[in-house]
């Protein structure tokens, strides 16, 4: 697909490398043209998300349950009919993408959970280190509870409390990779009927720590050689 064939109003993620941190924004595109595509402003609380020269950033656009990624884009701000837009420019084309693909490992590991409920969190922040360090944004309760599996892009998480989808949770893995950091949004609901924990939650990430790829080959190194 070329980013001149997409649609106006189409959601749209991106999906940000800096420095030791991943993040996963979320938008919608507002113009098209060969020369670059126009998304919704990303912001939070007034504060413009800045995409820096040293970024590396893939752009993912869904259709009618189809998805491609943009590899490597140029992203930035700009002005569409006088408001501030951000912009994509993709130098090759976009290619088919399944999310489904992304490996998801075993854990079983007990922690420590932060959860927020929906609306009462921060998400973007211009510095990328404060949006997972500042906790004291988003912090409204701190659980004990269970990481049952995960991969790079989510979890399943089993607690006792009663969520709903959009809350916000964050939580840190200690690893021999280092300490793991996730923050992420429940985008499913489901009942444990066995074990200690009542409720398993499906997580997307929108913000981690890039030693996570390393700590989640780990896990799948470790299951594949006890398979054999």
Known sequence: MRQEEM?????????VSREEFNFR??????????????ISLISAKGRKFNFLPTDTIDFIYKDNGKMWIFKNVTA???????DFVHYIQASQEGVTYNRRSVYRAYCAE?????VAKAGHDELLWDDAKAALDDNKSYLMK????????????????????????DDCISFELYTEQGCVKCKGHVI???????????????????????NIQKFVFALQRIQLQNRK
């Open 188 to 210: 499913r609901v489901s009942r444990e009927e066995e074990g200690a924990y009542r409720h398993l939650y499906g997580v997307r990430f929108i913000e981690t720590t890039k």
């Open 110 to 114: 007990d922690v420590r959970i932060d």
């Open 25 to 38: 924004l979320i938008s919608k595109i507002e113009d098209v043209s060969k020369e670059r595509v126009c």
């Open 142 to 165: 701190n659980l004990k509870g269970m990481i049952k599996d995960i991969s790079e892009t989510g979890a399943g998480i089993c607690l006792d409390e009663v969520l709903e989808e």
């Open 76 to 82: 930035g701000l700009t002005k569409l009919e006088d």
């Open 7 to 15: 649609k106006l109003g189409k959601s749209v993620e991106i999906h």
